[in-house]
């Protein structure tokens, strides 16, 4: 008679196989072609060595650093123990070290402590794409930081003080006068409930002291990263709407009469702190001339817009990551999905959309590096900073569903990176104007500023004649601007060619003539469906899969 087995065996489960092992210790530069090259070809590739350090962190140690940060929301503090009004907001130590590595490796200051180097902004944006697939929660106070340079600019002393802790690689989180410190972070608040995006609808007022500061009176909706060391704030002065920097403390060391009233219960981007706040006669100091509120603000907005399209490049490309990295290790029906026709299909198109993500972004970063001294540039960059951030930001959502889908169930689970991803893919659309003002935007650029029709045109000329499907598209792009009657109600079908139009045409300079066909064939010349996974039958798939692989 045989023994009965002991009961842990004859309860045990059955053994885990067939599932993919956590993505782990990968170079985020390193594995990432497209990337690489994109930053070479648009002057930036003297920083490759920074880019691979940061690349090996933001794929190694920072990674579960990230995971932590977002299981531990940010918490308002709006009292001590003994019920003084401190308004501070406590962060978990992940979110501390985020920022530090951050900081140090410049996604606040790297393009202004090498502005004598061409490409500087290229790279910049570099760091910005590979820090932010670790998580995406730093990217809002790195990129305002980084923004708001020009706009101090505006006021010498202000600029004299404040740039040089604004580039700083020293991140110093506590709650002390900028004084004390040696790197500061600086935030924003434009928006109030009443108006959104039509900052001319703003109420506070800012009334001018006998010292020539001012007192901010009113409220803000979106009052972005509150535990910032200072903001750039619009507010009704005398002469009208006009920029004023709000510190966090007095020159006397008391705190500044900003009270933060609640931190914003968002959809994603949990690791990161957005609040409502109130002023109470709070500090101001005017940066700019009174009445010229939005001119000023315009100069940091046109960063952060590129950095909207950054961080949304940066989502799709660690979501496509993700979606290789799983299924060359799954297998299903007998094979690796990686080798399926199908699911090969869904991620070459994937692989597609991220490429000419990350190309136009970093076209777009070279145009802003280098306004100043090309006219050319500056009125592309003016024009195609709007173009990309409506579409690169539009695509970001249904590329991480659909990535999202490559892993199946457990692609909507938490312990996965992808239901975070989802949750942020959104943002950076409706962050610094939603996809209708990116448009209005535009058709003002075309109105006003007609050189920046010119530029847009003589950029997409110079792939004439490289690929038949794109010539014909560029002969068709100049009949859509003469509608001037119905030009604002198509301009989302406007905006939309033209940033499939300058994709395609930095594609085709590229050096990758293979994929630049494929992105012509399937989104300029039709042959392509609503959903990813539409590629025509010769589409160079196994190019795009190998080119996208990063460990």
């Avoid at 650093?65 to 308004?87: C, H, M, Q, W």
């Avoid at 395609?504 to 300029?524: E, K, M």
Wanted: charged share 25%.
């Amino acid at each position: 008679m045989s023994a009965t087995p002991p009961l842990s065996s004859r309860f045990a489960t059955h053994e885990v196989e067939n599932q993919p092992v956590a993505l782990r210790d990968y170079n985020v530069w390193e594995g990432d072609a497209a990337l690489r090259e994109a930053v070479e070809r648009e002057g930036g590739r003297w920083a490759a060595d920074h880019l691979d350090e940061y690349g090996a962190l933001a794929g190694g140690r920072l990674v579960d650093v990230g995971y932590t940060a977002n299981e531990n929301k940010p918490k308002l503090r709006s009292f001590d123990r003994y019920g003084r009004r401190i308004d501070e907001v406590e962060f978990h130590p992940a979110y501390h070290e985020l920022m530090t590595e951050a900081m140090r490796y410049g996604m606040n200051g790297f393009a202004w402590r090498n502005a004598n180097r061409a490409g500087a902004h290229v790279a910049r944006a570099a760091v910005m794409y590979i820090g932010s697939q670790a998580d995406a929660g730093v990217g809002c106070p790195m990129s305002m930081t980084y923004a708001a340079i020009p706009a101090l600019r505006h006021n010498p002393a202000l600029a004299d003080k404040w740039v040089p802790k604004l580039i700083s690689t020293e991140y110093d989180p506590r709650s002390v006068p900028m004084e004390q410190k040696k790197g500061c972070t600086i935030g924003m608040g434009m928006t109030e409930k009443q108006g959104g995006s039509d900052v001319r609808a703003n109420t506070t007022r800012a009334i001018r002291q006998a010292d020539g500061s001012y007192e901010l009176v009113g409220h803000k909706w979106f009052f972005s990263a509150p535990m910032c060391d200072a903001h750039l704030v619009l507010a009704q002065a005398q002469g009208g709407l006009s920029c004023f920097l709000v510190p966090r403390f007095r020159p006397d060391g008391s705190r500044n009469a900003v009270e933060i009233q609640r931190l914003k219960d968002k959809l994603g981007d949990w690791s990161n702190a957005s609040s409502e706040v109130e002023f109470q006669g709070a500090l101001g100091e005017l940066v700019g001339e009174e009445g010229r509120g939005i001119q000023v603000i315009i100069e940091m907005v046109a960063l952060t817009r590129l950095d909207c399209m950054t961080g949304s490049s940066s989502q799709m490309r660690q979501a496509l990551v993700q979606a290789l990295h799983h299924t060359r290790q799954r297998k299903a029906f007998g094979k690796l999905l990686i080798d399926q026709p199908l699911m090969r299909n869904v991620l070459a198109d994937l692989a597609l959309e991220s490429e000419a993500a990350i190309a136009l972004t970093l076209r777009i970063a070279r145009a802003i590096d280098t306004a100043s001294r090309d006219a050319h540039e500056a009125a592309l960059a003016r024009i195609a900073t709007a173009i990309g951030k409506y579409w690169i930001c539009k695509r970001a959502v249904p590329f991480v569903n659909e990535a999202q889908e490559c892993l199946g169930g457990i692609g909507y689970v938490e312990e996965t990176m992808m239901p975070r991803l989802y949750r942020q893919a959104p943002l950076n659309s409706i962050w610094e104007g939603s996809g209708n003002v990116q448009c209005l935007d535009v058709l003002r650029a075309l109105r006003k500023e007609p050189e920046t029709r010119d530029a847009l045109l003589a950029e997409l000329a110079a792939a004439k004649g490289m690929n038949g499907d794109y010539d014909a598209a560029l002969a068709s792009l100049p009949a859509m601007f003469d509608d001037v009657e119905t030009m604002e109600f198509r301009s989302r079908a406007i905006v939309e060619r033209a940033a499939l139009m300058l994709q395609g045409c930095v594609l085709l300079q590229s050096g990758q003539p293979d994929i630049a066909a494929a992105f012509c064939r399937s989104r300029l010349a039709g042959e392509h469906g609503l959903a990813f996974g539409t590629l025509h039958a010769d589409a160079p798939v196994g190019l795009l899969i190998e080119r996208a692989m990063a460990a």
